[in-house]
């Protein structure tokens, strides 16, 4: 039942831009701690954005002043927006979402991931 989709993938010119959208069901983004992960095979998986449901962001010192993650409670989405990418950019882009249902239950639920390719 609980779904988190991530959608805006694709492929990007070195300098350009895309904006990752990550879509919930199920849960509330609002209430939950959001991160944007990625992926290259082989690779291990890297935090690159997080925003906490006081709305505190961080990321990873390689996408500071480049990339900004934000969320819209209404539509419960958050945003991955990528400016000035870079050919290591390239990556599975991943959504995840932690918090809990009460004191005693956690959850974490991770979206299928979403392809950025960046060409030089």
């Known amino acids: 039942q609980v779904q988190l989709v991530e959608s805006g993938g694709g492929l990007a010119q070195a300098g350009g831009s895309l904006r990752l959208s990550c879509a919930g069901s199920?849960?509330?983004?609002?209430?939950?701690?959001m991160r944007w992960y990625r992926q290259v095979p082989g690779n291990e998986r890297e935090l690159v954005a997080g925003i906490e449901s006081r709305g505190a962001t961080n990321y990873a010192d390689s996408v500071k002043g480049r990339f900004t993650i934000s969320r819209d409670n209404a539509e419960n989405t958050v945003y991955l927006q990528m400016n000035n990418l870079k050919p290591e950019d390239t990556a599975v882009y991943y959504c995840?979402?932690?918090?809990?249902?009460?004191?005693?239950?956690?959850?974490?639920?991770w979206g299928q991931g979403t392809q950025v390719t960046v060409s030089s």
């Open positions: 995840n979402a932690v918090g809990y249902y009460s004191i005693e239950a956690r959850y974490e639920y």
């Open positions: 199920g849960i509330r983004i609002s209430r939950s701690d």
